[in-house]
């Protein structure tokens, strides 16, 4: 059995909407409280604080502060465990120290099966009488473990709920492809074919420009910054959810009609450091492809072949072997010295990367 997180859209009543707003904030407040807590403990008198010790601190809190008390204890109790996640990360150098939460970033919270009940397709909170009215686009595999009501920068209100379920895999096919990923198409196969890449920021920049610049000017603290702000991070969350239902779109059919999907193996977070290609880079959002293809071939009984980062698939000729020393990204085509081949930089490349991946699998 595998995991799977449904994440759905939902509209709120004005109830469910208030005690949401109150459960945000409290568990935000119980979050930032306890981790300056535990930052002040550190620094000043050298104690590394538990989770036990995190745990015995909010009761405190709660006998200090008794509003606390209106919404779920589940929620509050959950966000100390992804502080103690987050902690772990940072001992393991995995993540960054951890932050603060802030008010008018993407706010967030966790409910154990203690804290919701689905009952016939829906789905009840803690502390309120009526269902979610959720907008469901598919049904679920199984009843969920957990679930976690978000409400990002623009407003929308979604429930993700983790279900178990059991994948099936498709049936075997005889075809093989390597990609080559790029910034003018987003991949190119072997066989030839070149997928656009939409640039979905840029298509946008000038609008978002004009909004950032609305948004400076605005006194901090009004309602028409908030106004602003709000059409900021609509604008944002259109390019986002453009983005990601594209590479969901091309990651499945890769997989529907490919046993194996070769692939290279990118550093990405190195590689955006570049300050002439960072935006474009970040913009056609490799890395998520890659692990797009990665769930979904294994829960398809395909396999993805990774080949090693510093492979030369662009400067190796795919008929001869020849190496070149060094192919700067504005040769886009270029003829080998030793057989005569005229090759397309990025249709070579994919063969290449087809051509070693199959080998490493064999």
């Not at 595998?2 to 469910?16: E, G, L, S, T």
């Not at 979905?200 to 901090?220: D, G, I, V």
């Not at 990118?266 to 990665?294: C, H, T, Y």
């Not at 080998?336 to 490493?360: F, M, Q, S, Y």
Request: proline content about 4%; overall charge positive.
């Amino acid at each position: 059995m595998k995991k799977i997180a449904v994440k759905q859209r939902f509209y709120p009543n004005a109830q469910q909407a208030e005690l949401l707003t109150k459960t945000f904030g409290c568990a935000r407040f119980v979050y930032n409280a306890i981790l300056r807590w535990r930052t002040d403990a550190y620094y000043k008198d050298g104690e590394s604080i538990s989770y036990n010790k995190a745990s015995a601190q909010l009761t405190s809190l709660k006998k200090e502060y008794e509003w606390l008390k209106e919404v779920s204890s589940v929620p509050l109790q959950q966000a100390l465990r992804h502080q103690q996640s987050a902690f772990k990360n940072f001992w393991d150098n995995r993540a960054k120290y951890p932050q603060f939460k802030k008010k008018h970033a993407k706010q967030s919270i966790t409910l154990a099966s203690s804290a919701f009940k689905y009952k016939d397709g829906q789905l009840f909170i803690a502390k309120s009488k009526q269902p979610l009215d959720i907008r469901w686009s598919r049904e679920l595999p199984s009843e969920p473990n957990s679930i976690t009501i978000s409400k990002d920068k623009a407003g929308r209100y979604f429930v993700s709920m983790v279900c178990e379920f059991e994948s099936k895999p498709m049936p075997v096919t005889a075809k093989t492809v390597g990609i080559d990923l790029g910034l003018n198409n987003l991949f190119i196969t072997d066989s030839g074919e070149k997928v656009d890449n939409p640039r979905h920021t840029k298509r946008y920049e000038n609008k978002l420009a004009y909004l950032q610049r609305k948004l400076a000017k605005k006194q901090k603290g009004s309602k028409n910054r908030d106004k602003v702000r709000q059409k900021v991070a609509r604008l944002h969350a259109k390019i986002a959810d453009s983005r990601l239902d594209n590479l969901h779109k091309l990651s499945r059919k890769l997989i529907n009609e490919n046993q194996v999907v070769c692939v290279e193996s990118l550093a990405v977070k190195n590689m955006i450091r570049n300050p002439k290609l960072s935006k474009s880079i970040a913009d056609a959002s490799w890395g998520e492809f890659v692990r797009q293809l990665k769930y979904k071939a294994e829960w398809a009984g395909r396999t993805i072949a990774e080949i090693d980062r510093f492979f030369p698939s662009s400067k190796r000729c795919h008929g001869c072997g020849f190496v070149h020393e060094s192919m700067p990204l504005n040769i886009r085509d270029w003829t080998c010295p030793e057989c005569k081949t005229h090759h397309d930089r990025d249709i070579n490349a994919a063969k290449n990367i087809k051509t070693v991946g199959l080998a490493g699998l064999a």
